[in-house]
């Protein structure tokens, strides 16, 4: 029976870019044979906006978009583990209580931040809520390079509480594949190219790096 790994897009402050990156971890997923399901909790409805252009243009474009509401979802992670490699969940910019039932049922919750002091400030809420209910990483988005000294200081902080598993810059390519029902990592070489090694680090820490 398959035993498909749940991975839960976590913050407290928006525009972190959690829409985003699972929408690109997805298209990453997709390119590596995998089978995928995504889930939108987000009340603003972005990634299922994407999804919904997506299949507009290619109707049996993957990834699959559940529909299910966060108080269903933990009853049903055994059913989807058994049916899609990997499930990626966007959840809203909360620490609700129903957000930590459904991250105890995931195998690693992924965190975005900025590198700016309010986004690293929103990100010990999250942190305290998630410790010792699922394995957690971190992703630092939106920097304008990756060897700027905010990019490297929210490394080093953020290092101490979890593993980093990459660092995406600020890209047009990002946002304008999405227009198109479409993610960077399909249609811009650079983008690919960032995206693949977040996505790599975190099938590494999910035990599935060669699968």
Do not use: C
Not at 14 to 20: L, Q, R
Not at 31 to 51: E, H, M, R
Not at 92 to 119: C, F, Y
């Amino acid at each position: 029976m398959k035993t498909g790994k749940i991975v839960v897009i976590s913050k407290l402050k928006g525009g972190s870019g959690a829409t985003t990156l699972t929408r690109e971890l997805a298209t990453s997923a997709l390119d590596a044979g995998k089978s995928v399901a995504i889930i939108d909790l987000d009340a603003q409805g972005s990634l299922t906006n994407w999804w919904n252009r997506r299949t507009a243009a290619t109707p049996d474009a993957g990834p699959k978009l559940i529909q299910l509401s966060p108080e269903n979802l933990p009853d049903m992670t055994e059913k989807l583990r058994g049916k899609f490699d990997l499930v990626l969940i966007d959840t809203p910019p909360s620490t609700h209580d129903a957000l930590r039932k459904i991250a105890s049922k995931a195998d690693m919750a992924v965190i975005p931040t900025k590198p700016t002091p309010d986004d690293l400030d929103a990100v010990g809420p999250v942190i305290r809520q998630l410790r010792g209910v699922v394995p957690m990483a971190f992703v630092i988005s939106q920097i304008t390079n990756k060897r700027s000294p905010d990019a490297v200081e929210a490394t080093e902080l953020l290092s101490a509480r979890a593993p980093v598993i990459g660092r995406t810059v600020i890209r047009v390519g990002y946002y304008r594949a999405a227009g198109a029902g479409q993610s960077g990592f399909e249609t811009d070489k650079t983008v690919r190219e960032e995206i693949a090694t977040v996505y790599d680090n975190l099938m590494a820490l999910l035990g599935d790096y060669h699968a």
